[in-house]
């Protein structure tokens, strides 16, 4: 059974920073592009930051160039987002995605390719 679980959400100040967590379970992770997604209420799901398998690139959606940082840990079955200089428009629930894409570093952004989704974790930032 495959798990996604994010984690280090939480209530933040403007200009402030938080680190989510991504624990994968039950894949083998090497061979998943993953993904990071948010969610504002009454907004669609919109793709935040890609990592391949590898690592080796990133790639960062407009709004968050420049502040968010995408890394991951395949020994630790673990992917990160470091998000820095938060504002308020940040503020969202938060999703890891797997995509089963081995030995390519092809950007996926549109979350239907995706495979797996985690349970979201809540990210708040106050003026």
């Keep these: 059974q495959v798990r ?19 624990a994968a379970s039950g894949l083998t992770f090497s061979t998943f592009a993953m993904g990071w997604f ?10 935040v930051a890609f990592i391949p398998w590898s690592g080796s690139v990133t790639y960062n959606a407009d709004s968050v160039k420049g502040r968010f940082t995408i890394s991951r840990d395949n020994a630790k079955k673990t992917v ?5 200089s938060l504002k308020p428009e940040d503020t969202a629930v938060y999703y890891c995605a797997a995509r089963y894409s081995p030995g390519t570093s092809t950007v996926e952004t549109n979350p239907a390719r995706y ?11 106050s003026l």
């Design 38 to 47: 948010r969610q504002a209420p009454g907004k669609e799901r919109e793709f």
């Design 115 to 125: 495979n797996y989704w985690g349970q979201g974790t809540q990210v708040t930032v």
């Design 80 to 84: 990160y987002l470091q998000m820095n």
């Design 4 to 22: 996604l679980v994010e984690s280090g959400g939480g209530l933040v100040q403007a200009a402030g920073s938080l680190r989510l967590s991504c």
